[in-house]
Every structure is written in C-alpha cells, then in structure tokens.
C-alpha cells in the first residue's frame, strides 16, 4: 500500500476494483459504506476528509475487509453494527442485519402510538432493533422482546444495555413462555421467505444470514399461521398488531389474520417502493 493515498484515491481504486469482477452479487458501493463505518461516519463527513491521507494501517484493514465482501461476507458483519433508525445495534451471523424496509416499519408505528403506558411485544426480535427502538422513542412502553434464538437474545440484552433500553428478553417460540399482561401493541418482522426459496436468494443472504430468522414451509406461511391462530388469545381486547410481510403475500396474509379477528379491521401497507410490506390489525 501506499502510504500518500488519500480516502478519495483508495476508496476509487477499490470501487473501480468491485466493478472490474463484473459480479452483479458483488456491492460495489461496500467500500465506501466500510470506511463510514470504521469512522462511525456520515456521508458528509467522508466527504470533509476524501482528500486526507488514509493511513497505511487503515488501507490494510480494507484491504482484508474487501477480500470478506468479494466472498459475499456483509458489510454489517465486517464492522459488527448496522445503523437503525439513527442508533447503532449490534450485529453478528446469529442475527438479521436490520433493513431501511423494517426502520419504514418502526416510523408508521410511531406515527400511530402515542407515548404511553402498554404492553408491547416484539416476537422474533433477532438484533432487537425494533422493541428496542420503540423503548427509546416511546420510554412509556413497556417491552417485551421474544425470540426462539438464544444466541439472538444475547445480542438483543447487549443491544438494550449499549443503548441503555429497559426491555425484557424472553426465549420463546412464539408465545410458548409469554405470560405477561395482554398485549396492547404486537409487532413482528418474522422469517416469511419460503424455504423453496432459498437458493434464489443472493449470495451473501444465503452463505452468512441466519436461516431460522429468514425462512419457512408453506411457501413463507407458516410462522403467519402459528401467529394468527395463536395471537387471538394473547392481544388486548383493543389492542394492535403490525407484521412485515413478503411483497407478494399481502392478500394472502390479510385473509389469514382477518379469519382470526373477524370483528378488527386488517390491512395491507405498502412501503416506499410500492411494495407490500406492513400488515395491521386494530379494532375497529
């Protein structure tokens, strides 16, 4: 390496080297989001120092931290955190890396919940992003993060002291060990992708992400079955539900959890790309 490069000049060379494999597999943009993140960065900081000197030590840790991204590793892995709503949520290979499409999520639900007192449970909470989340920005909640993944869970406990969130961590599959109070408010970004699935998905998803958090039977169905046979007991009499869903099971999904709540209001949202992808279920 040398040792007069500055960011601008490294992070065009590995750019222009990602481009060079023609791997539509490949994120070209990955060197750029590794620098941010080694920095803790924002897209304007990085550009306040593209024309000072990167140190030689630092050139090295892209270097090896490109030869991961050329064999699919994410780049949230690479840094061990992913920025979520404006907060920094650990992660490793036993849990999801958060998506913009679940932070989508978390404000629709803000824009709907006031700040006060409720049981809230957030099942299959994986990084903990969104329970904990939620505690930060509505500290009257009263959360409960569930999840059949012990491995998950201690990151969701690392995740809630780092951030200084008080939420509970249940192992729990399903609601097999809740015994809190009725739920006033359930959200769930649960594995909806179809186990048939599996080898269309990309290669860093399928080699790295966690199976038991992105897939199941019945074509995706299956946890949304468990959930709405099983919720009915669990929800408050007025109580909400929101699920992320697969951008082709809106339909499917909706006629799934309006059997189960035959006297609740249920419906479909699409995020910013047109997609669906956040079902509700409230009293009418």
Known sequence: MKSNLTYKDVLTQAVLFLE??????????????LIQGYHHWSAQELWQNETKVM???????????????????????????????????????SVLIPRWETEWIVEQILQREPNQKQQVVDLGCGSGCIGITLKKERPSFIVQELDISKEALAITKENAERLEAKVECVCSDVFSNYHGAPINLFVSNPPYIGVEEKEVMNEGVKRFEPELALYAHHQGYAI?????????????ENGRAYLEIGYQQGQKVKTLFQNAFPKHQVEVLKDWSGNDRLLIVEGK
């Open 224 to 236: 949304y079955e468990k959930i709405a046979q099983e919720l009915p007991n669990y929800l408050a």
């Open 55 to 93: 140190p030689k030590e630092e050139q090295e840790w892209l270097k090896e931290a490109l030869q991961k991204v050329q064999d699919y590793y994410p780049v949230g892995y690479i840094l061990g955190y992913q920025s979520f709503y404006g907060r920094e949520f650990l992660v490793n290979e």
């Open 20 to 33: 060079e494999q023609k791997d539509p597999e490949l994120d070209c943009d990955a060197p750029i989001a």
